[in-house]
């Protein structure tokens, strides 16, 4: 059995879903299918959720209206009557309901993480009995199934996390039986529920979470995340246009590059996945015949010193002055828990003789670090970017940091990490130099005459000692 889950630009349009429809037709094996929202539609539901609540409620219904009208639209291209019948009265209920919470969350002058999950959780909720509608039509058995009926989570709205047996339990009751006989489930992502009903989401981009969840449940054989490019690329192609894709990582290396940025994958999506050694293979919907990429449990052996650059835009630095002597540790200590009490994981940090630099998100999580530091007196730098060098050969030493440092002459380099034993590199930079530098990067690290992997990439041998990675370590390089 593989899972399916198509992103919210492959549903997004009736062209789109017809693309669906024949990806889906055309795999062989038992099947369920997942699907976000339709390309957009969450963040328009989030906006009108936010009017409402600063009582804007014609704007907020008004929205609605627009994204009510996109379905109406791909449901009234549904060929069977009865079909289409039942699907626009399954969407109407489902509308009326987020006007009500919309109404309610005018008249009450907020909108509460529980309303605007369950007003938001109708993206999800529509697209999949969409997709099922469109899917039947086109001759495929699917039966569409509530995702708050088995993805079951926690109550923390908004970044809710399933519970595992319970979910597992649920999915083996409801959708287990239906793929068995050879029916084709189609999901929500993104949207669950608690055990007692409870709507909940699972965090942005979360359909992909939803989907190796699933997938590791019910122990798929295989996670497609059909997408709208060829695979997870040697860099971010908005940043460096000549990227190419790569055919092979492995777990580690997908789970770095996502963490690092790269938009590809959901970094806790590979968590479900990962733990159950399934593989993920991220597929492009335009073109079903691209190789892709696949992701496995084992490191990868490939010509290349590394897998991908990944980058983070939009960071500042927050430098925390670290006295001498007997201070010194106390300092060092409430400057790494005021990141823990303002929520906030640096994407990179460093000690050194001066002091800590915290590299955090711009705007509300330098805030909040800021405000914990309190009479610290750190200075802020803003307009960074983070560069990263992924690849399993890093553990094992390979001369990337060489490499980087060299493309990276002339550019200011106002951090660098490299902690013995992780599979990357990482340094921040101004994020005006950004382009350059991973132009540069990419050449000294992948153009040396050789492609970045040939595609044939064998896993290495022997087992290998998994290490938890974190986001840059602490050991200063300059
Ligand atoms: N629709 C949700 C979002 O936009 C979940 C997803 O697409 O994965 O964040
Ligand atoms: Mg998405």
Known sequence: MVVMKFGGSSVATSAALARVCAIVAAERRRKIVVVSALGGVTDALLAAAAQAGAGDLAGALEGLRGIRERHEAIASGVRGQAERAALLQDLGAGWRDAEALLRAASRLGSCSPAASDAIVAQGELASSRLAAAVLNDAGVRARWIDARQVVITDRRHQHAAPAAAETAARL?????????????????????????????????GGSDYSASLVGACLGAAEIQIWTDVDGMLTADPRVFRRARPVARLSFREASALAGFGAKVLHPSAVQPAFAAGIPVRILNARRPSAQGTVVTEEPIRRSAPAAGIACLGNLCAIDVPLPDGAGRLPALASAFEACALAQAVPALATVSDAGVSLVVGEGPEADRVAARLGPAAPTRRGGLALIAVVGDRLASGVDVPRRLLAALDGIPVHLLSRTPGSIHVA??????HLARAVSAIHSRVFERGRPPDSGRGVPADGPRRRRPFGPGGTEALA
């Open 427 to 432: 340094c921040v930079i101004d994020e005006k």
């Open 172 to 204: 083996t009751e409801v959708a287990a039986p239906l793929v068995g006989r050879g029916d084709v489930p189609v999901i929500g992502g993104f949207v669950g529920a608690t055990a007692d009903g409870v709507t909940t989401t699972l965090g942005r």
